[in-house]
């Protein structure tokens, strides 16, 4: 049997390493989390105008299309006048690549890019 003499178990650093470490990555997906589902929201949002169009379709008619997407689902981040649609090669273009800067700590930001929002209505 062993004696209570000797006890294992964390000691009061090792508690607040563990802390420090879980309040580290907890403050990081509470910065990065909503910015990272921004972006998908506006690749959803631009899926539906894919969708929903077609190439013969004036440039403006898709900018609008664009424009009540955002509106309707509340895109933030990203304009839609920061999406840039265009023709090439008889198709439209619709492309809203762009990339969020976003503060974690002092002094320190965290830089997300979206350089898949590009998509073709062919």
Do not use: C, W
Request: zero cysteines; aromatic letters at 8%; charged letters at 20%.
């Amino acid at each position: 049997m062993k004696s209570m003499n000797r006890q294992s178990g964390v000691s009061v650093i090792g508690v607040l390493l563990i802390v420090a470490l879980f309040s580290f990555f907890l403050t990081v997906m509470l910065r990065l989390v909503p910015t990272y589902v921004n972006g998908r929201s506006v690749g959803a949002a631009l899926n539906g105008v894919v969708e929903i169009s077609n190439p013969k379709e004036s440039l403006r008619a898709v900018n609008n299309k664009v424009s009540t997407a955002f509106t309707t689902n509340q895109i933030e981040g990203i304009s839609a006048r920061g999406v840039k649609v265009y023709r090439d090669k008889g198709a439209i273009i619709i492309d809203a690549r762009h990339e969020v800067r976003t503060k974690l700590f002092d002094g320190i930001d965290a830089v997300l890019m979206f350089d898949d929002l590009v998509f073709t209505i062919e």
